[in-house]
Each structure stands twice: as C-alpha cells, then as structure tokens.
T-cell receptor, first 115, second 118 residues
Framework: AQSVTQLGSHVSVSEGALVLLRCNYS??????LFWYVQYPNQGLQLLLK??????LVKGINGFEAEFKKSETSFHLTKPSAHMSDAAEYFC?????????????FGSGTRLQVQP | DAGVIQSPRHEVTEMGQEVTLRCKPI?????LFWYRQTMMRGLELLIY????????DSGMPEDRFSAKMPNASFSTLKIQPSEPRDSAVYFC????????????????FGPGTRLLVL
C-alpha cells in the first residue's frame, strides 16, 4: 500500500524567501511522484512529476523537487516566493509501474506568502 | 482543449434526494477518475475507469454511490439517497493510459463540484 505524509499543514514565508514544502512517501514499488497546486475554489493543477530518470525535476512557476530514494522524500522548493504562490499544495504517489494508476494524496500544505 | 468539464459546479440538495454529478474528460483520454475532497479525509479516490470499464471502485463509500461511464466522453457519479456526510467537493480527472513521454499518465483535474447536502 502507498501513503504520503506532508509535514506541516500550514507554511508561512515572506515574499522573496525560500519555499520548502516537505513530502515523504511509502511505496512497495518504485513510485511515481507528483506535486499538485490548488488555488481557492479551483481544481488541481500539476506542478511537476517524477517518473524515472533525473531525480531533480523542474516544474511550472519556478518550482522544483528532488526525488531522494534513500530518504523516501520528494520535497518541493522554490528559491523566491511570490504572492501568487499562496495556495494549497498536494503531494501524491501512484504505483504506476504496478498498474495502479489512481493517486494517493497527502493531506496538503497551505502556503501563505507574507508581503 | 477545454480541459476536464464538470457539472454542476455547485449543488445544494436536501437529505434523501438523488444527486447526479457529471464529467466530460479531455478528448482522447482513456482513463477517468472520481475523487472526493473533504476537510476530514482530504483527497481520496472513489473510482477509476479505463476504456469505460470500472477498474478500481474500492473507494466507493457504500451502495448509495454509483458511477457509470457509458462512453469515452461522459461519466456520471450518482448518490441516492444523499446524506449530509456526503457534502464535499467531487473532482473528476482524466489521463491517457500508456502514453509515453513527459505527458504520459498525467492526470488532469476538472474544477470540481461542490456538493452541500442539508
């Protein structure tokens, strides 16, 4: 069975500061990992994903994440926060190699950006 | 492409009534997913179709919930009878199973249906 743990349900940073959102996963097979962002009253938008290959993945809006197998982590970072980054962020895992395509989501981290 | 389309966007109903949520996946996609989002349980899978066939319905809460996909461009999620604990945001997502490359298997989400059962 898969699971995802997002440390910190709320994270607050100042505009221009580093954004770090933490995600740890558990999977019995090599995982496919995703970060989605949800703006208020909207659906989920894919930020980035890791399937195979390069462990540092770059996504949209300046975000990136690094897959660390030894730490079972897939933390999301952005060097400089912008006010428009305020949203809820979800880490998700799928056992795609095992054929289970549905996503298992973490509980989400709400990012606040202070001016 | 218009993306995943869901209707209605908002639904308010009374306990005991039938509720039908609708989803139109992205054209050409062959996998469709229904998720539910609540404060208590977060985002959880309800059911997943591939080529219009239900593959995994282990997340469907109980017999009051049913989902169909009569063709590749339409799916419904029905709740009958509805209960206050069904109040949630219901998301539909679609993807293309087997697509190679950077867009392979990516799930695209609709805007959701916000359901309130009084």
């Amino acid at each position: 069975a898969q699971s995802v743990t997002q440390l910190g349900s709320h994270v607050s940073v100042s505009e221009g500061a580093l954004v770090l959102l933490r995600c740890n996963y558990s999977s019995s097979v090599p995982p496919y990992l995703f970060w989605y962002v949800q703006y208020p009253n909207q659906g989920l938008q894919l930020l980035l994903k890791y399937t195979t290959g390069a462990t540092l993945v770059k996504g949209i809006n300046g975000f990136e994440a690094e897959f660390k197998k030894s730490e079972t982590s897939f933390h999301l970072t952005k060097p400089s926060a912008h006010m428009s980054d305020a949203a809820e962020y979800f880490c998700a895992v799928s056992d795609l190699p095992a054929g289970r395509r549905a996503l298992t989501f973490g509980s989400g981290t709400r990012l606040q950006v202070q001016p | 492409d218009a993306g995943v389309i869901q209707s209605p966007r908002h639904e308010v109903t009374e306990m005991g009534q039938e509720v039908t949520l609708r989803c139109k996946p992205i054209s050409g996609h062959n996998s469709l997913f229904w998720y539910r989002q609540t404060m208590m349980r977060g985002l959880e899978l309800l059911i997943y179709f591939n080529n219009n066939v239900p593959i995994d319905d282990s997340g469907m809460p109980e017999d009051r919930f049913s989902a169909k996909m009569p063709n590749a461009s339409f799916s419904t999620l029905k709740i009958q009878p509805s209960e206050p604990r069904d109040s949630a945001v219901y998301f539909c997502a679609s993807s293309f199973k087997g697509l190679a490359g950077p867009d392979g298997e990516t799930q695209y989400f609709g805007p959701g249906t916000r359901l309130l059962v009084l």
